[in-house]
């Protein structure tokens, strides 16, 4: 069987067999062979089917992955955000907790203070110390002796040892109110500075709740605009596959219009191989750039960090300008005092 015969195509790929086939069509045409002409005619139409369902199949498969690798570079963000946060939160209760023992240990140091110097005072205050009453009553009992009026002094001196026994008893009462009071004092103050303690890290928590909310919707944004984008570019590309053309991002391998734009329906194999490499390459950067796909997220954070910085030049430009308004009404009022 010769290479010529319309069920033998000399080379496999698609591009290669349809030029062939054109080229077999016009050559059986010129020599009046309209059967086998017939024959390559039929065959360039199943060719072109052909390269229309493995362009539509490429394009799918394509598709898909650049969904798989977007969802996927979601996952990441989330996953990494998450064990973020909770590192966050997890730093955040430890110090809490060990500021917290701190705080304990410090308090219960000085109350033990406290209580050592009480004790120190009160063993310091054993000696009866008379009072005013006691002394009066002490005196007119010695004048009552000398007096050798002893069953009178004797009464004074039962008196006496009552207001003894009485300014004791009051003065055990005033260390036990001073004791009281103090230890209450500290206790408050104490009480006081836990619950300084823990608003502080409440606060703390709640701001970090708020960031962390702030950070998901970013990423929930962020992702939601790549795939309201990828979807739109997919969309483009499926119409121009479906109409025979080259698509606007990417040179999808199984365009035969393309390669009729550059080469004409040549059989030269050499031109053949050129167009065959060029969109080998074409697939090859495009996987390349699926998989650099995963870096998106750095340019997004430094995109976002340059408008940061352009909203921060634009808040001062208009403080500038407030600042410089603010003058010029001063300026005007001390003219209107002047007048």
Do not use: C
């Amino acid at each position: 069987m010769s290479n010529t015969e319309p069920n033998v195509i000399p080379d496999n790929d698609y591009y290669s067999q349809l030029l062939e086939s054109e080229r077999l069509l016009n050559e059986y045409a010129e020599k009046g062979d309209y059967k086998k002409a017939e024959s390559y005619k039929k065959k360039i139409k199943d060719i072109k089917i052909s390269i229309k369902k493995k362009r539509k199949k490429d394009l799918e498969k394509r598709q898909s992955i650049e969904n798989e690798n977007l969802e996927s570079n979601y996952k990441t963000e989330l996953d990494e955000l998450n064990q973020f946060w909770n590192d966050k939160f997890k730093d955040l209760e430890e110090r809490t907790q060990k500021a917290e023992e701190e705080i304990i240990e410090r308090q219960n140091k000085e109350m033990n203070d406290l209580y050592n110097l009480l004790e120190q005072e009160m063993n310091q205050e054993t000696k009866y110390r008379p009072s005013a009453e006691y002394l009066k009553l002490e005196n007119q009992e010695k004048q009552l002796v000398k007096l050798q009026r002893f069953n009178e002094a004797s009464v004074v001196r039962k008196k006496k040892e009552q207001i003894k026994v009485k300014d004791i008893e009051k003065k055990e009462k005033e260390k036990q109110l001073k004791i009281q009071k103090e230890t209450s004092y500290k206790n408050k103050r104490h009480e006081l500075e836990k619950e300084i303690l823990k608003k502080k890290f409440e606060k703390e928590l709640e701001e970090m709740k708020i960031k962390k909310i702030k950070d998901f919707e970013r990423i929930e944004k962020k992702f939601s605009n790549k795939r309201l984008d990828l979807s739109q570019q997919q969309k483009t590309e499926i119409n121009f596959n479906e109409n025979g053309k080259i698509s606007p991002r990417r040179n999808v391998r199984g365009s035969y219009s393309a390669f009729q734009n550059n080469f004409g329906t040549t059989t030269d194999p050499s031109k053949i191989n050129i167009y065959n490499n060029t969109n080998n390459n074409t697939n090859n950067n495009f996987n390349n750039n699926i998989v650099e796909g995963n870096n998106e997220s750095e340019v997004d954070n430094n995109k976002e960090n340059i408008d940061n910085n352009n909203n921060l030049n634009e808040e001062e430009g208009i403080e500038k300008i407030n600042s410089k308004k603010e003058n010029i009404e001063k300026d005007d009022n001390e003219i209107k005092n002047d007048e």
